[in-house]
C-alpha cells in the first residue's frame, strides 16, 4: 500500500495554501510533514481525508483514486482536538468505536490495553475535562488508532506537551508503527522528525521545499542537520 499526492493544491478565495504537493508514503512507513504556522499541513491532511476537495491534482491509494472507504476507515488525530470535556473516557470512546461499526466488546477490550499500556487504567470512568492535557492526549491517540486503522494521520500530536508526555505519545506512535501501520504526522521540531522518521516533507507557506529519505536528503546537502526557519 502506497499513498500517493500527485500535484495537489488548495486554494482558498483564491490564495493558495497547498501548491503542487508530490510525494510519495510507502507502506509501514512514518512519515514527518514539517513546518510552520500555515505551511498547509492540515489542509494537505484534510484533503487525504476527503474532508477537503483538492483545487487541482490527485490522491492515490494502491494505485487507485483514494475514497470513501479508505477516507472513513483513516485514523486521525485533528490538530483541533475533538473530545467532548462533559463524556466520561469510556463513553467517549465507545461512541467513535461504535461509529466505526465495532462492538462494544471489542471496543472495552481495546480500551483496556490501551489505557494498561500509557499506564492509566484508572481514567477509565473519568470525565475527560478531568485529565490533564497529556492525558487527555492519550485519549485523543486511542480515539483515532481504537478501529486498527492501517494508516494514520496525527496533526501536531506531540504540541502543547510536557517533555514526560511527549515521549510517552513518541513511544505510542512508534509501537503503532512497528505493528505495521503506516504513520503521517505534523509537527514544527525536526527532533522529532528524525528521532521517528524515515522521510520527511518539508512545507512552507504551501510549497514543497523537500521531501524523501532523511538520510538521503542529509548526504545531498552535505550536512548533519538540517535547520528551518520559524522553531
Ligand atoms: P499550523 O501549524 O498553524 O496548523 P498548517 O501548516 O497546518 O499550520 P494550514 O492550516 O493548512 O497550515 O493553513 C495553510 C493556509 O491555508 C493558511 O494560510 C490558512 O490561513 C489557510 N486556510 C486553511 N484553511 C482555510 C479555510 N478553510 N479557509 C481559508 N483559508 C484557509
Redesign the pocket.
Known sequence: MTLELENLS?S??G?T??DEINLNVPSGSMYGFL????????????MILGL?QPSAGKITYNGKKIDYDVTNDIGYLP?ERGLHPKLKVEEQIRYLGQLKGMSKKVIDKKLDEWLERFGVPENRNKRIEKLSKGNQQKIQLIASIIHDPKLIIL??PFSGLDPVNVEILKTAVKDLNREGATIIF?T?RMEHVEELCESLCI?NK?KQVISGNIDEIKSDFGQKEIIIEGD
Do not use: I, M, P, Y
Open positions: 488548495k482558498f478565495n490564495q495554501a497547498v513546518g510552520g504556522n500555515g505551511a498547509g499541513k492540515t489542509t494537505t491532511f484534510r477537503l490538530e496533526d501536531e505534523s514544527h512545507l504551501g
